[in-house]
């Protein structure tokens, strides 16, 4: 089966730090750049990283450049977001796809509160 599954998400206060993780299966992973993506309540998905198929070029939304740092495991067909310095406004369901996309997956919630 051709699918994406996040993991990694959480409660933690402002400051804190969290690693989001995408396990892919059914499609050539290697081959593929992956993105995450988030989706705060009652605002469109945004892009906030990208990283490419050999894991060297990425890119960053100009929010979390700094904080965040997207890598990736083409031996384990995963893709990580390491998330530091959080603040309340980078609370969002995180999700990962690749480029082109798949049907979207259920995505890993992470919340920032004190």
């Known amino acids: 089966q051709v699918q994406v599954v996040e993991s990694g998400g959480g409660l933690v206060q402002p400051g804190g730090s969290l690693r989001l993780s995408c396990a892919a299966s059914?499609?050539?992973?290697?081959?593929?750049?992956m993105n995450w993506y988030r989706q705060a309540p009652g605002k469109e998905r945004e892009l906030v990283a990208t990283?490419?198929?050999?894991?060297?070029?990425?890119n960053y939304a100009a929010s979390v450049k700094g904080r965040f740092t997207i890598s990736r495991d083409n031996a384990k067909n995963t893709v990580y977001l390491q998330m530091n310095s959080l603040k309340p406004e980078d609370t969002a369901v995180y999700y990962c796809n690749r480029s082109p996309p798949l049907d979207w997956g259920q995505g890993t919630q992470v919340t920032v509160s004190s």
């Open positions: 059914g499609f050539a992973f290697s081959r593929y750049g």
């Open positions: 990283i490419g198929s050999f894991g060297i070029s990425t």
